[in-house]
T-cell receptor, first 114, second 112 residues
Framework: SAVISQKPSRDICQRGTSLTIQCQVD?????MFWYRQQPGQSLTLIATANQGSEATYESGFVIDKFPISRPNLTFSTLTVSNMSPEDSSIYLC???????????FGPGTRLTVT | DQQVKQNSPSLSVQEGRISILNCDYTNSMFDYFLWYKKYPAEGPTFLISISSIKDKNEDGRFTVFLNKSAKHLSLHIVPSQPGDSAVYFCAARKAAGNKLTFGGGTRVLVKP
């Protein structure tokens, strides 16, 4: 499986600011995914990022709030814009594995908004 | 609409005994089911999966059972070890899609 790293691992941000989270994969992958895990909750898919095309957002998530870039086959960024305390979550990126239905996750970015 | 549910938020088991984690789903379009383990401050780690056309898949100490008519799957860990203490998520994928839908997780504590 691919090795996935994320930066930063954690951050504390003030409301109204934005944070960009980076996800780096050690091999070329077609699809990358961004998830959110709110405190005490499960993982929820935010969007799917394909290289060379616009990200596909899930219901309840919009590009203005969570812009995503996918400049190449090993890297993606997720920006959390105009943050509020409700955005305090763990943000995780993932990629598909050797079998398309499997996904492998990065270590996550723990975001706290004050 | 919670399509994947794990009704037990926590489970405590003695080392060496069996851990049984349960998961229910509502969507008949799911074609693959997966289990992940998550330690604090780490991302989920893939454990085992099962296709909807099978009823059992085994990998070492981990076995997943699928009862399609009941829309129910379970993960058996035998024997349980203290290192298995973690949060376990079941997830499901809709046929021909890429999105994984996760259950709420079950926190397992294995006591030495």
């Amino acid at each position: 499986s691919a090795v996935i790293s994320q930066k930063p691992s954690r951050d504390i941000c003030q409301r109204g600011t934005s944070l960009t989270i980076q996800c780096q994969v050690d091999s070329q992958v077609t699809m990358m995914f961004w998830y959110r895990q709110q405190p005490g909750q499960s993982l929820t898919l935010i969007a799917t990022a394909n290289q060379g095309s616009e990200a596909t957002y899930e219901s309840g998530f919009v590009i203005d709030k969570f812009p995503i870039s996918r400049p190449n086959l090993t890297f993606s960024t997720l920006t959390v814009s105009n943050m509020s305390p409700e955005d305090s979550s763990i943000y995780l990126c993932s990629t598909s594995g050797g079998r398309a239905y499997e996904q492998y996750f990065g270590p996550g970015t723990r975001l706290t908004v004050t | 609409d919670q399509q994947v549910k794990q009704n037990s938020p926590s489970l405590s088991v003695q080392e060496g005994r069996i851990s049984i984690l349960n998961c229910d789903y509502t969507n008949s379009m799911f074609d693959y089911f997966l289990w992940y383990k998550k330690y604090p401050a780490e991302g989920p780690t893939f454990l085992i999966s099962i296709s909807s056309i099978k009823d059992k898949n085994e990998d070492g100490r981990f076995t997943v059972f699928l009862n399609k008519s009941a829309k129910h799957l379970s993960l058996h860990i035998v024997p349980s070890q203290p290192g298995d203490s973690a949060v376990y998520f079941c997830a499901a994928r809709k046929a021909a899609g890429n999105k994984l839908t996760f259950g709420g997780g079950t926190r397992v504590l294995v006591k030495p």
